[in-house]
DNA sequence: TATCCTGATGTCAGAGAATGACATCGCCCT
DNA sequence: AGGGCGATGTCATTCTCTGACATCAGGATA
């Protein structure tokens, strides 16, 4: 089947609304049914009713629409980062910050399974991945150095909790049982501590 | 100035010999002269005396030039892994690996400080460098599962190592005192281990 | 109401990355 | 001498990404 454009509602003004989520969608729709590196710029913008021009001013490449995500998430792992009790340890901190990000999948379980499966077939997605991941880690860590923690104390902790994150994420999603992202990160965490203190 | 092509011997064969060394010299002259995005392979390959087609032959894109070295690390790293002392705890293999891939950065001190100056100016580079300690991290994942070590602990200590490796090296390129980069790995270990048993 | 302005989109042109198909031609082997 | 091989060149093409400029509905303003 061939899709045809995307619209939502009837010309109430000159465009269609929401063109970046037009875009989003469709997207995601051809990655899924073509793979990511099969699907052109064009066949986005042409299926979301735009131009191929106008989908590189709300997406830098091609790669960014599926990491559309990443600014909330990064938000969400810095204020719970910032909003930690006084008192607590930096890693302890950084395990509750993730434990928050694991829930937040959790709750859109669908959709991350999806992208991550398109994900997961291309390599160019995996390195933009890496990528977010590691300004996840820089904005946890400038967050614990705010909070007076030292470096490099508080980049490893941040690492730490990123590969924890990396880890449970992967476990979560190869297994067919549908664990509770939350609860495997806790229990990664744990691993991760029994690992790395021999 | 404008660099003419870069030649070895004298027609001794029907093209100058070693290809790809001179791919390879010519790309980083470039790239540190002019910085990555502002150099065009048709350029690389000009000074190197070739075509654009012949570089895309050698290196499967631009950046990939900047990561020739990954594959011999990658083995040192494997290697290690694969000749530590069998009652060794996980950890401390991958201790020691990353204190050997160290060593070899410490050798090579000027290019990798050279190197690392052109990849922290790029976003690509970053990316790229980023798949390639995932890809190292995989690799010694693998080593300790082949000595029977179980997952996720084996990905765990894995990704801990790699943490270190990363921001050990990057405190050993902004320091200007030029510490010994093995050392500061362990240095840095210690420090994970501080920092993560909270 | 007439006019201006703004912002979202379209149109066009072009550089540069990357790839496939095929040509070339010294060198080595027989 | 002849033939095949392998490294390189040539040519054409698709696709990504960017800059410059055009368009035009709707809101603001006089």
Redesign the pocket.
Known sequence: MSPTAIRYHRG?????PN??GRLVQAALLLYVERGFEQ????EI?KLA??????F???F????EVLFWGAGALQELLVSTVATAPESEAPIATIRSAIEAAGATFQERREGSLLRQSVISLNTELQERELIKLASLAGAMAQGLRQRGVPEPGASLSAEAGIAVLKIAFERWVNAMGEPDLPQLIRDTFDEFKAATSG
Chains 1, 2 share one sequence.
């Open positions: 109430m003004g000159r465009w269609e063109a970046q699907t052109t710029v064009a913008a009713g735009l131009t191929e021009r106008t590189f001013r709300y830098a490449d091609k790669r």
